[in-house]
């Protein structure tokens, strides 16, 4: 069998980034969960000893608590300064610019889009910086949008990082028509675009397609959901594990991709035992 891995895949640059801080600070504990693999982050734990707090009433004085690529809520941020604890923050720079934006824009006087899910940690994080938290407004679509009575007739829009860039533009245009003023930032990251650029690329010329990744994260679904639309045998594992034999009958070239938080140790791992098939 023959492999061929797509040309962007597996973690970007604020995972990556995440990663080798907690590897910095043993005996350390992570504020929810790092990044979306249960493996890497049970890897953390037995090799450098980095815990995981689900709940910021779990953090004792003097704790070292590093803050996860998707950030906390500033209340959040609040409770561990007073609670002595020793905050690494190991946010990705790309979601600190959101929250940075929301919090000065919105002490001059405009209204805030906010372009996310409104239940994703990145979009608490990003909101809770807001200077009157009646005055930001989670939209994933138009229609939402329609129902917004906003403040001013000032506007600046944000944008959840991950994001379809396409969906946004839809939001600001229908917001320009209406406005004085809008104030768009561009704060979607091409990162995750990139993997699925290639998945897609890759998946139009292979007879199997692997897509490696936690089956609960988001960009990981995305990634199998794309694979399919061109290769028919695309399946979703999170570890070597998983692949079945009988997928790989009368194919000769396989593609591999993998999502925003899968190490490169597991997908080596695949990738050896698919080429002995
Ligand atoms: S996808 Fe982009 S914004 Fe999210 S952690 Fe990775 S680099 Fe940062």
Known sequence: MQVKIASHYGFCFGVK???????????????????????????????????????????????TVIIR???IPRDQLKTLRQQDAKIINATCPFVTT???????????????????????PEVKGVKSYAHDQNDIHVVLDLDQLKKIKFKYDKIATVAQTTRKKEQYLELVNYLILR???????????????????????????VDIMIVIGGKNSSNTKQLLHIAQENCYDSYLIEDETELEKSWFFGKNLCGITAGASTPDWIIQKVVKKIETL
């Open 17 to 63: 980034r995440a990663i080798e801080i907690a590897q910095n600070y043993e005996s350390s504990y992570t504020m929810g969960p790092l990044i979306h693999n249960k493996k890497e982050i049970d890897r953390l734990h037995k090799e450098h000893n980095v815990g995981l707090y689900e709940n910021i009433d779990d953090v004792k004085n003097g704790d």
């Open 69 to 71: 690529t998707h950030g």
């Open 98 to 120: 959101p929250q940075q934006i929301v919090k000065k824009i919105s002490q001059e006087g405009y209204s805030i889009l906010l372009f996310g899910d409104e239940n994703h």
């Open 179 to 205: 406005n004085k003023e809008v104030r768009v930032f561009n704060t979607i990251c091409d990162a995750t675009f990139e993997n699925q650029d290639a998945t897609r690329d890759l998946s139009k010329q």
